[in-house]
């Protein structure tokens, strides 16, 4: 399994991205998609999670902030990520059956 993802960048305070997660997994549609998060010096954490029906699950500290959503027909999760924070900087990465994508960083300023 190869993921890839992407769009992280520099935002303020605030600010917004949208993450994408892509994947040539035939099996794509039944799978539950995770993110998780890494902050510098902190352990790697659970952003939030999409199962193969559409429910999704938020870490507290996103809940109505952040929204996880998938496209079976291109094979890619993605996370909506609003009203960023400084404390939401860290590495981003998105994890199906066990295997980790490369991150993409989000920094945002205050």
């Known amino acids: 399994v190869q993921l890839q993802a992407s769009g992280g960048g520099l935002v303020q305070a605030g600010g917004s991205l949208k993450l994408s997660c892509a994947t040539h997994l035939a099996a794509f549609r039944y799978i539950a998609i995770s993110w998780y998060r890494q902050a510098p010096k902190k352990q790697r954490e659970l952003v939030a999670n999409i199962s193969a029906s559409g429910s999704a699950n938020y870490a507290d500290s996103v809940k109505g902030r952040f929204t996880i959503s998938r496209d079976n027909t291109k094979k890619t999760v993605y996370l909506q990520l609003n009203s960023l924070k400084p404390e939401d900087t860290a590495i981003y990465y998105c994890?199906?059956?066990?295997?980790w994508g490369q991150g993409t960083k989000v920094t945002v300023s205050s």
């Open positions: 994890n199906i059956q066990n295997v």
